[in-house]
């Protein structure tokens, strides 16, 4: 899969990061392809990410069976200056009541 890190505008709201954290959000369990497949993204850059975000003490995963079983830190926050108020949790329950609204169907990773 080609990855698309720009819109047709040029620029998007949230970046690659906050996309695999809110998927992982949606299903811990969740394989890296089908990560990589929801995000648009492809799989070493989801792979790249999670590493940021597990180096940074925002996600650490635990070995289950032949996959990975995740786990956020909702308490950290922010790392932009500008954020330095916002959790994790709080960017979370955003993303969440945007999925919650939308009209396609919600994300199913298996």
Known sequence: ME???TSPA?????TNHARVLAAIADNRHARMRD???HCRLTERA???IITDLEEAGYLSHMRQGRGNVYEIDPSKI?????EADVSV????ALLARDEAD???P???MS
């Open 3 to 5: 990855e698309q890190t």
């Open 10 to 14: 040029g620029w998007t709201f949230l």
């Open 35 to 37: 990560l990589a497949a």
């Open 46 to 48: 989801v792979q790249r």
């Open 78 to 82: 922010l790392r932009h200056p500008a």
């Open 89 to 92: 949790a709080s960017l979370l």
């Open 102 to 104: 939308r009209t396609t």
């Open 106 to 108: 919600a994300l199913h």
